[in-house]
Every structure is written in structure tokens, then in C-alpha cells.
């Protein structure tokens, strides 16, 4: 049995990101500025997932500098995949010859 998950509601994204008012208009504004960030940065788990410290005053906000170059790098590093680590293989025998270093000692012992 395949589960999918269901489209996330663009009001729980808002709710997560921004401080939420209750004045006129609210919500018709930010769901349009999200709605245009989704088309800029399309994956939904992404806007599920992303945090900030203290919830915005609004999303327009993420325009501006400083947010727009932090919200950039957190969508770079959501998205970045690491090389798998590549098993290194030893040999049982010896190649060269074993190098024997003489302990140095201080000067002020001579």
C-alpha cells in the first residue's frame, strides 16, 4: 500500500513562518506572497520544514536583505547531497621499508 502525503495548506506554512494578525487582509496577502516564493523555491517539504528563530512580521520580509541571501543558502543546503564516503582497502603486507625517528632532545639537557 503506497501512502501519500497530502498538499500541505498554505495557512499552516504561514503559521509556522509569520506572526499571525488579525487585521483585514491578512491572510490574502500573504498567501499571494508565498504562493510567490513557492514558484521561486518549489519544494513544499522545504516550506514544511523551515524555521527561524523568531516568527516574521510578514513574508515580505524573505525580499529583502538580510532574509533573501538566508533564505537562498537554506534552500542551497536543503537541497545539497553529500558523496558517499568510499571504502578504503589495506593490505596485509608491508611495502617499504619501517622508519625509525630518534626521540629529539632539548637543547637545555646537553
Excluded: C
Aim: charged share 35%.
Amino acid at each position: 500500500m503506497l501512502l501519500r502525503m497530502s498538499k500541505p495548506r498554505l495557512t499552516d506554512i504561514i503559521g509556522n513562518l509569520v506572526v499571525v494578525d488579525k487585521k483585514r487582509g491578512f491572510w490574502g496577502k500573504e498567501t499571494k506572497l508565498l504562493k510567490r516564493l513557492i514558484e521561486k523555491y518549489p519544494n513544499l517539504d522545504f516550506w514544511q520544514k523551515i524555521k527561524f528563530s523568531d516568527k516574521l512580521s510578514s513574508l515580505a520580509q524573505l525580499y529583502a536583505y538580510p532574509f533573501d541571501e538566508v533564505l537562498r543558502q537554506r534552500y542551497r543546503d536543503f537541497h545539497m547531497i553529500f558523496p558517499e564516503d568510499q571504502e578504503v582497502t589495506l593490505s596485509k603486507r608491508k611495502h617499504g621499508k619501517d622508519k625509525i625517528k630518534k626521540p629529539k632532545i632539548a637543547a637545555m639537557y646537553l
